[in-house]
């Protein structure tokens, strides 16, 4: 089974830009992944679905501030001109027998 | 756009069964595939499975013991069941929808267990 791991916590200030990672463990490079993103007290909302490639395809309504990126075992979310509404926890998903999200990214917007 | 809204007790006594009820509006649930996910206070999200519109399931291996997932075509709607609950399930639990990666979550709805 893959295993997604994301760093904890993650910073940047209002109207800058900032650059999630979901790295996927050894022999897994190659999956698909969907990233989410969970506001404080609401439930989780799909984003995105990201390949391999680095190509992707977002959810309904999704700001273009939002944009998906690939390199090897590595799957970004970028986030640019950082809105308040955008601090919340980032979770990155992907299947294989299972279903299997990442710890998450706790990303607070200074 | 489809919807997803999750019933049931938000109380349940240890050692009973857990029972949910997700009602999907807005698109059929004969196609693709309908999830069960959880979330423990301030934890992270724990797939608990899966059910395809024809009936083939697919269950987390350290839940799958005491679940059981089910869908009513007819009502379209699907079911969660787990038994033999202690407080490690107290949870917001989500239904959702997905094609390969889930794309569609419902509210969520908290269930405590505690006698």
């Not at chain 1, 992944?33 to 984003?47: E, M, N, S, T, V």
């Amino acid at each position: 089974q893959p295993v997604l791991t994301q760093s904890s916590s993650a910073s940047a200030s209002l109207g800058s830009s900032v650059k999630l990672t979901c790295t996927l463990s050894s022999g897994h490079s190659t999956y698909i992944i969907a990233w989410h993103q969970q506001q404080p007290g609401k439930a989780p909302r799909y984003l995105m679905k990201l390949e391999g490639s680095g190509s992707y395809i977002k959810g309904s309504g999704l700001p273009d501030r939002f944009s998906g990126s690939s390199s090897g075992a590595d799957r970004y979310l970028t986030i640019s001109n950082l809105q308040f509404e955008d601090e919340a926890d980032y979770y990155c998903e992907t299947w294989d027998t299972s279903i299997v999200f990442g710890g998450g990214t706790k990303l607070t917007v200074l | 756009q489809v919807q997803l809204q999750e019933s049931g007790p938000g109380l349940v006594k240890p050692s009973e069964t857990l029972s949910l009820t997700c009602t999907v509006s807005g698109g059929s649930i004969s196609s693709l595939y309908w999830s069960w996910i959880r979330q423990p206070p301030g934890k992270g999200l724990e797939w608990i499975g899966h059910i395809y519109y024809s009936g083939s399931t697919s269950y987390n291996p350290s839940l799958k013991s005491r679940v059981t997932i089910s869908v009513d075509t007819s009502k379209n709607q699907f079911s969660l069941k787990l038994t033999s609950v202690t407080a490690a399930d107290t949870a917001v639990y989500y239904c959702a929808r997905g094609a390969s990666v889930t794309d569609s979550w419902g509210q969520g709805t908290l269930v405590t267990v505690s006698s």
